[in-house]
């Protein structure tokens, strides 16, 4: 669970819950302003400032198609919602989480509704050797549509950010989730996301980690419902010391579900990413397709990338494989671009930014992709300066693994 982890360097003392009087609705922070700009129109935007929600805004559209977007304990004030698909807190951080929970964050849209422009939640962290508890559930009723973008970012202050996501697809729910975390160099963050897909829903969820110090983020999805599909994307670029750890379950509970994820990373300086990655078959489950893969990019030789992905099969009936590689640039690339003219750091920013291109691709709110694709080749020009002043020796150097796909099957 912790293997490869910097769990060992986290001191708790070192941060305070953060407490103070409930905030009064004051609209946009600063710092979350041009990432409303960017996105342009919602059907509703949530701002989160220190795990406190400061504004919300909903669409007169939404509002009246019955689409309830707000505090938690307004709109279920007896709180029968909470954890009703991650479940009782199973480890310490759990705990933490629930005791110093301030406000949940509820987005719940009714049966047949399809929400034309995506949800936003905001998440703005600026106190200082603070922790933070920041909540979100989402609830997308039977034959219900909805995107929703998660954003979170801050200064360069030292906090601790404990994030948990409740994401629930009704029967033929489409449910599209998308997380940005882009905070600041010295924050950490232990997150968890669960989400729990019913009959012949369709859910997809879609993570881009750039930023924190070490951003450690497990995802499981439960295939409940006959039929249902999950899928499972990320981009994770490791700069400096930075670290990006992600576990993630694909748990096929019911028969003739689908999942297929698809982890993309790269690492340079002297950064780590890690991935370990399970899929579950249950008994019951026959007819199940599942798939996974992660890529790695090795960009510096003190750079490091592990990736771990497993299987735990209980039904024959299956079709399964998993795939997992760390390397440096393709050299054929390489060679193919500067053999054109393109000069070697463009060569590569080139092949970096196409490599995480099938990903970017697919995120389901479009509005948010050229922000995040400005950062990762902004992390890439600060490379190609680095290693103009020779400060990141050792470009391409070393293979430190490569998996090939597996596959288990029968017929079905």
């Not at 009782?88 to 009714?110: I, K, Q, S």
């Not at 920041?134 to 997308?140: F, G, Q, T, W």
């Not at 007819?287 to 771990?308: H, P, Y």
Request: aromatic share 6%.
């Amino acid at each position: 669970m912790w293997r490869y982890s910097r769990i060992p360097e986290l001191d708790l003392a070192d941060y305070l819950p953060f407490v103070d009087e409930l905030p009064t609705d004051d609209g946009v922070p600063a710092g979350l302003a041009p990432v409303v700009a960017r996105l342009g129109r919602c059907s509703a935007t949530v701002m989160v400032v220190n795990g406190q929600v400061v504004h919300v805004e909903v669409d007169e559209t939404a509002t009246a198609a019955g689409v309830q977007v707000g505090r938690l304990t307004e709109l279920d004030p007896e709180g029968s919602m909470l954890a009703s698909v991650t479940g009782e807190a199973t480890n310490a951080f759990g705990l933490l989480h629930d005791a110093f929970l301030a406000e949940a964050v509820l987005v719940r849209v009714p049966r047949g509704v399809v929400v034309a422009d995506p949800v936003a939640v905001l998440h703005w962290t600026d106190a200082d050797h603070s922790a933070t508890f920041p909540h979100l559930m989402v609830e997308a009723g039977e034959n219900s549509e909805v995107a929703v973008y998660d954003h979170g970012a801050s200064p360069d202050v030292d906090a601790l950010v404990f994030p948990v996501v409740e994401l629930h697809a009704g029967p033929a729910a489409r449910l599209r989730y998308v997380n940005a975390q882009m905070l600041g160099p010295r924050v950490w963050q232990l997150g968890r996301q669960v989400s729990r897909v019913e009959r012949d829903a369709a859910f997809s969820t879609a993570m881009v980690a750039l930023g924190a110090d070490y951003g450690r983020l497990e995802v499981e999805s439960v295939l409940a419902g006959k039929g249902s599909s999950g899928e499972m994307l990320a981009v994770y670029f490791g700069e400096q010391d930075q670290m990006h750890d992600f576990r993630s379950l694909q748990d096929h509970v019911a028969p003739r579900t689908t999942s297929n994820l698809l982890f993309k990373g790269a690492v340079q300086g002297r950064s780590r990413s890690v991935y370990t990655g399970m899929i579950h078959i249950a008994k019951a489950a026959a007819g199940v397709d599942a798939f996974q893969t992660n890529r790695n990019i090795k960009l510096s030789q003190g750079a490091w990338a592990e990736s771990v992905p497993n299987l735990e099969i209980e039904n024959n009936d299956v079709r399964c494989s998993h795939a997992s590689a760390v390397g440096p640039v393709d050299e054929d690339q390489r060679y193919y671009l500067e053999s054109r003219g393109v000069p070697p750091a463009a060569a590569e920013r080139l092949i970096v930014l196409g490599f995480f291109e099938e990903v970017l691709d697919r995120l389901a709110v479009p509005a948010a992709v050229p922000a995040l694709r400005a950062e990762i080749a902004a992390k890439l020009a600060r490379r190609e300066l680095d290693l103009e002043a020779g400060v990141d020796a050792g470009v391409n150097a070393g293979v430190e693994g490569d998996v090939g796909a597996e596959e288990v099957g029968a017929g079905a």
